[in-house]
């Protein structure tokens, strides 16, 4: 690797979510960020980039982002800078939100919040956890969704709402409230109906309605009976059997 290559690299690293560069081999180039925990390595193979990422949750999610890109002993092929930066961008998105680093972002938050407040109990603590926890959960979401709903992908920020699967309240722990898979970026119609259980989804993503939606009802929310989640990882899936199983009761 050249110079100039390794300079295009850690330019493309800085602009795209990973501006840290890291001591490593002479044949490639390890960028990582204060943002988030995730290493990228970037090496040169018969004139293309290969990526890989320490994060193998991360790598699975990028291949779903991007399915046609092809792989090579495990790595992102990209065949040119524009590519390189695209793989870069979104893996950055990804580990700014995916389990964990939410959390390490939330407990900064919270402490940084509570340490501006005077120390009046309990309650005061409770809404700013939960108000912070809100927000990085929706922030999360935006990340991982890249700020499309999950059914329609729709890209109207201001319709776009975080939904929880297993509910704030019921969670046993910041991590299981905070976890990107416990939910879905939603338009605000969706979101609603799938708050309050009269909606919601199989593990192969297809849309469930309830029975108490009239036909007309379901035309006027603009239901379509072909809405499905754009995608499902198995990481969703014990929090859509939550949803489910309180959906059936109630329908």
């Not at 990340?143 to 709903?149: I, V």
């Not at 992908?153 to 019921?170: C, D």
């Not at 259980?197 to 309830?210: E, P, Q, W």
Request: charged share 20%.
């Amino acid at each position: 690797m050249n110079p100039l290559q390794r300079v295009l690299i850690e330019k493309a690293g800085h602009e795209h979510g990973f501006e840290n560069v890291i001591s490593g081999p002479d044949n490639e180039v390890l960028l990582g960020s204060a943002r988030h925990r995730t290493q990228a390595s970037i090496s040169l193979h018969d004139d293309t980039w290969l990526l890989a990422f320490s994060s193998g949750l991360l790598s699975g999610e990028l291949a779903r982002s991007f399915p046609n890109v092809e792989r090579f002993n495990g790595k992102f092929v990209a065949t040119s800078l524009d590519k390189l930066e695209k793989l870069l961008r979104r893996a950055a998105a990804l580990a700014q939100s995916l389990p964990n680093q939410a959390v390490v972002d939330y407990e900064k938050q919270v402490n940084k919040a509570l340490a501006e407040l005077p120390k009046n109990g309990t309650e005061i603590e409770r809404m700013v956890r939960q108000r912070v926890g809100q927000n990085t959960f929706r922030s999360a979401m935006m990340d991982y969704w890249g700020s499309a709903c999950a059914v329609t992908g729709i890209t109207f920020f201001e319709v776009l709402r975080a939904s929880h699967a297993k509910p704030w309240a019921n969670c046993v722990s910041d991590a299981e409230r905070l976890d990107v898979f416990n939910g879905f970026l939603l338009s605000a119609n969706l979101d609603a109906l799938f708050d309050r259980f009269l909606i919601t989804f199989n593990d192969d993503g297809t849309m469930l309605v309830s029975s108490k939606l009239t036909m007309d009802q379901r035309i006027s929310l603009g239901l379509n009976s072909a809405f499905s989640l754009r995608w499902v990882a198995k990481e969703h899936k014990h929090y859509l059997q939550y949803h489910r199983t309180i959906f059936i009761e109630g329908f």
